[in-house]
């Protein structure tokens, strides 16, 4: 009975693990561009570059790379370009902060013009 | 009041031109502008056909090589073939060809009908080996000098322009 036990744990650890490795697969995959296509992922592709990449990325998932590990090796090889979530970097800050600051702005903007319509109401 | 609209609109439709201006000067293809000046990944590939490996790190005993990912069945790589045995002539480069996924009898077969440039043959049966020099579709060339710095990185099939920008890379 308790061999059974152990065996059912056994399998329910091995299935979860591989669901949670296949997670992370299509995670990474569809956060990496395909660089002979026209916009797509890698996850989307079929192309011969994209099959490579998808094939690599389980083999560094396999060996116990983590995410971040993966992007970083990855990048390191293509550059940033392969990657649709590029990191915060000096060349990067523009890209990052903008959509901040056009929200900042605009708030600003409304607050304006909401103060200017008040003064001319009174 | 008029004025400081105005003033707005044209900081507006300003901010709006310089940032498209920008985005379309940025190139949005590939480039291997961040690969050069780095160091190659130091890796062991299957020798061409015969048992045992060729480590990236002989490569240090060399003054300079090329590394050139070719398989029989891509066209760009008949193509620029005859540059690679131009460059084969050079006394201080070695030329090391990689094999990319190709069937051993055709890749034969295409450098008896050819030429044989390479000083060493490895092979990439599964293209995963390839990932570690950033190679992306064949024909690529790398060129690395002793202490395995990448100096330049080819995509496409060499022309003549190259070989000339290669022979005087290696001279210098």
Redesign the interface.
């Known amino acids: 009975m308790k061999n059974i036990i152990k065996g059912f744990f056994l399998l329910f650890f091995l299935i979860t693990n591989n669901f949670a490795d296949e997670d992370l697969n299509n995670k990474i995959l569809k956060n990496l561009r395909c ?2 296509c026209q916009g797509q992922t890698v996850s989307d592709s079929n192309s ?2 994209a099959q ?2 998808k ?2 990325v389980d ?1 560094k998932i396999q060996e116990g790379m983590t995410e971040k590990e993966i992007y970083n090796f ?1 990048s ?7 990657l649709f979530n590029p990191p915060l970097k000096k060349s990067s800050y523009v890209l990052w902060f ?1 959509p901040y600051a056009l929200f900042a702005m605009g708030i600003l ?1 409304f607050f304006y013009l909401f103060k200017r319509t008040s003064i001319r109401k009174k | 009041m008029r004025k400081i609209h105005l003033l707005l609109i044209c900081v507006f439709f300003s901010f709006i031109f310089i940032v498209f201006y920008l985005s379309l000067q940025n190139p949005k293809n590939y480039d291997t502008e961040d690969l050069i000046g780095k160091k190659i990944t130091e890796l062991e590939l299957n020798l061409f056909g015969k048992d045992g490996t060729f480590n990236t790190k002989e490569i240090s005993n060399y003054q300079f090589t090329l590394l050139n990912f070719w398989a029989s069945w891509c066209a760009p790589c008949r193509k620029e073939h005859k540059n690679l045995i131009r460059l084969s002539k050079n006394k201080n480069l070695k030329i090391i060809g990689v094999n990319f996924k190709d069937n051993e009898d055709n890749a034969r077969q295409f450098l008896q009908e050819m030429g044989n440039p390479f000083y060493i043959l490895a092979e990439d049966s599964k293209g995963k080996k390839s990932v570690n020099f950033g190679v992306y579709g064949i024909p690529e060339t790398i060129l690395v000098n002793s202490e395995l710095i990448i100096l330049k990185k080819y995509i496409g099939p060499l022309n003549s322009k190259d070989v000339n920008e290669i022979s005087k890379l290696i001279k210098k």
């Open positions: 660089l002979v011969d570059f490579i990449i094939s690599v083999d990855l390191d090889k293509y550059g940033d370009w392969i903008l903007f």
